[in-house]
């Protein structure tokens, strides 16, 4: 109890020291509110461009989740691909390297040319972020199934169709939600970037084009508050990404079991 | 009529008269891909309701050997031949066999129950026939009230008392037992010897059971085969005559001190006087 206390009471003190540090700093050295606004002043920004905020941050949550279970979707059909074929997977693993180390930044504008649809467009970007860590984590789950358990099904005379549902789809299971917490969050990330990269172009869209907008007319305050929305939505997707792995793999893995028994 | 693992004991009957031993290794040798020779020129026969152990150090091809039998691996020349069911052999029906690995080998996201009705559900039934057989043979290891729970709330004892249960649940002809205990604690480890004993000597099942223990091998065998290493050969076959049944006594007692000193000193031997 001690602990639990201990975790959720140190961070927020911190986080209260920082943000009076902050309030102090910018009113004791008088800095302009387009520079550095003190959190009083983002906190009134959120309080009356919330209801305004929250309609954008409605958009980029929706591109966001799409583009997540098109990853999680996706990205276990072509894993499960993979595993069935190692010709497969060695033919086409390197191009899924391919589109994961280039910068989603320099490919966004050619999608939004192509894609018409500008929905569409900012969802096969955050799409294109989000399914890697999935798929290669996924792979690996499907790959790592118990060497002796392989030999065991053999023995009772599985077929491969059996092995994949009973023995490599479960294994792989923890890892595939390690592959997803992560991409919840890149999901998000891909989602700004590509509405950032659309917003130049002039296309309204969610919250970073509210970023862009209100740093265009120096809203420095509303800049801000949507910044701190941002970051609670990624916090939350992870949060829910967590609790779900967590409710369902609970008597799977180690990582879930042990912390379950302290 | 053949003796059942978990059906009611039918006592002496349980020893069938098969004439036709119930494993039939000839000149077996294994080479691997990397040109280790694993095995040369095994000459082994198990008799049915044999409970013989394979004793050798590590690395000696034991597991190897018993995987050849499995028919988990080819072996590169001799032949294997199994006799159950009454056929000779050809491909063995799947559930004839059970194998329990040194590790227990268990699917952590399924349940004791779960686990255990793992043969049947690769063929494909699982009906109240095949509940009930699962439930026996959990009892028969001794982990009733357990059936609901999962591998990681069950102790390393427990967890090889659900993997020696899976084994059994099918009723095979053969049980190949690769190392079961080596990895548990010394007095889980007796313990585990105590309940395998009682296995045996209630239904004679026919065992195949890979040691690098001496002691153990007296203790719960009828049979014992000595293998050394580099390639992997049997040195030395010694039928074991303490009687039966075998308790904690047997082990304190002359007869038991002096077959595991034989079979040491042949051991030892046999590696060129260093065991």
Same mark, same amino acid.
């Given at each position: 109890m001690n602990g639990l206390w201990l975790r959720i009471l140190a961070p927020l003190l911190v986080g209260a020291v920082f943000l009076a540090v902050w309030e102090g700093v910018c009113r004791g050295f008088g800095i302009k509110t387009y520079i550095l606004p003190p959190p009083s002043l983002i906190a009134l920004s959120l309080w009356t461009d919330g209801p305004g905020l929250l309609g954008s941050l409605w958009v980029t949550l929706q591109i966001t989740l799409a583009a997540l279970a098109a990853a999680a979707i996706l990205g276990g059909l072509i894993s499960l691909v993979f595993s069935l074929s190692r010709v497969i997977e060695i033919s086409f693993f390197p191009y899924a390297v391919i589109l994961q180390v280039t910068p989603i930044v320099a490919i966004a504008p050619l999608i939004i040319i192509w894609v018409h649809t500008p929905f569409l467009a900012l969802l096969t970007c955050a799409w294109i972020v989000a399914f890697f860590p999935i798929v290669s984590n996924t792979t690996v789950g499907l790959n790592s199934a118990d060497r002796n358990l392989l030999a065991l099904f053999r023995l009772y005379g599985a077929s491969t169709f059996q092995v994949l549902c009973h023995l490599r789809v479960p294994t792989a299971l923890p890892y595939f939600f390690a592959g997803l917490r992560i991409s919840g969050g890149l999901a998000l990330i891909g989602a700004v970037v590509a509405e950032f990269v659309a917003g130049t172009g002039g296309a309204e869209t969610g919250l970073a084009y509210r970023i862009l907008e209100a740093g265009y007319r120096l809203a420095i305050p509303r800049l801000f508050a949507a910044l701190f929305l941002l970051s609670v939505t990624g916090i939350a997707i992870y949060l829910v990404l967590d609790l779900i792995s967590r409710r369902l793999l609970r008597h799977w893995h180690e990582s879930v079991a042990t912390e379950e028994e302290e | 009529m053949k003796s059942s693992f978990l059906g009611t004991p039918d006592g002496a009957n349980a020893i069938d008269t098969a004439p036709l031993p119930i494993v039939e290794l000839r000149a077996v040798g294994k080479r691997f891909a990397s040109g280790?020779?694993?095995?040369?020129g095994i000459d082994l026969t198990v008799g049915r309701g044999e409970f013989l152990s394979i004793l050798?150090?590590?690395?000696?091809g034991k597991s190897t050997l018993l995987r050849i039998v499995a028919g988990l691996a080819p072996p590169s020349t001799g032949m294997c031949q199994l006799t159950m069911g009454g056929i000779t052999g050809g491909r063995v029906a799947a559930g004839r066999i059970g194998f329990v690995f040194?590790?227990?080998?268990?699917?952590?996201?399924?349940?004791v129950t779960g686990n255990v009705l793992l043969p049947f559900r690769i063929a494909g039934r699982v009906g109240p026939r095949e509940r009930e057989r699962a439930a026996t043979a959990i009892r028969a290891v001794g982990l009733?009230? +357990?059936?609901?729970?999962?591998?990681?709330?069950?102790s390393g004892g427990m967890r090889m008392r659900v993997s020696i249960a899976r084994a059994l649940v099918t009723d095979p002809d053969l049980l190949l037992l690769d190392?079961? +205990?080596?990895?548990?604690d010394e007095i889980t480890r007796l313990a585990l010897n105590d309940d395998l004993l009682r296995l045996w000597e209630r239904h004679r099942p026919t065992i195949l059971f890979v040691t690098h223990s001496v002691f153990e091998s007296v203790y719960l065998s009828t049979r014992i085969a000595v293998m050394t290493a580099r390639?992997?050969?049997?040195?030395a076959d010694l039928p074991v005559d303490l009687?039966?049944?075998?308790?904690?006594?047997t082990r304190s007692s002359p007869d038991y001190a002096a077959m595991c000193d034989s079979v040491s000193a042949t051991l030892g031997r046999a590696m060129g006087g260093a065991p």
């Open positions: - | 280790v020779v694993a095995l040369a050798g150090p590590s690395g000696c040194q590790d227990p080998t268990l699917m952590p996201w399924s349940t009733d009230g +357990f059936a609901t729970a999962y591998p990681h709330q069950l190392e079961p +205990f080596a990895a548990l390639p992997g050969r049997i040195v009687p039966h049944p075998r308790t904690r006594e």
